[in-house]
C-alpha cells in the first residue's frame, strides 16, 4: 500500500520561501512519477510539478516556473518542493502524488492516482 505523508508547510510573507516534503512508503518507486498538486479555496485541484523518479525528468507549471524546483532523494524516497519569491495566489493545500508511468521521456502531468493528506501553505501581501 502506497503511503505519502507531506509536511513542511506553513505561514510566509509574499517573496518568502518554503521547502515542502513527502515521505513515499510502500513499495519501491522505480518507474514512477511523483508530482506536487495544490488547492486553493474555492478553485480545482492544479498541477504544480512533477518529477519521473528514474532519471529525475521535470516538468512545472507555467505559473511557478523560475520559483519552485522538484527534486527527490531515491535513497530516502522523500520528493521536495523548494518554493522561493512565494506569492498570495501561491496560498493553497499542497498535495502530493504518485503514479506509475514507466518512460523516461515524458512526464505526466496528470493520471495520479494516490495521494498525500496534504500541507497548507499560506502567503501573505
Known amino acids: 500500500q502506497v503511503q505519502l505523508v507531506e509536511s513542511g508547510g506553513g505561514f510566509v510573507q509574499a517573496g518568502g520561501s518554503l521547502r515542502l516534503s513527502c515521505a513515499a512508503s510502500?513499495?519501491?518507486?522505480?518507474?514512477?512519477?511523483m508530482a506536487w498538486f495544490r488547492q486553493a479555496p474555492g478553485k480545482e485541484r492544479e498541477f504544480v510539478a512533477a518529477?519521473?523518479?528514474?532519471?529525475?525528468?521535470?516538468v512545472y507549471a507555467d505559473s511557478v516556473k523560475g520559483r519552485f524546483t522538484i527534486s527527490r532523494d531515491n535513497a530516502k524516497n522523500l520528493v521536495y518542493l523548494q518554493m522561493i519569491s512565494l506569492k498570495p495566489e501561491d496560498t493553497a493545500v499542497y498535495y502530493c502524488?504518485?503514479?506509475?508511468?514507466?518512460?523516461?521521456?515524458?512526464?505526466?502531468?496528470?493520471?495520479?492516482?494516490?495521494w498525500g493528506q496534504g500541507t497548507q501553505v499560506t502567503v501573505s501581501s
Open positions: 502524488a504518485v503514479r506509475y508511468y514507466g518512460g523516461t521521456m515524458w512526464v505526466p502531468t496528470n493520471g495520479y492516482n494516490y
Open positions: 518529477i519521473l523518479w528514474s532519471n529525475g525528468r521535470t
Open positions: 510502500g513499495r519501491t518507486f522505480s518507474g514512477y512519477a
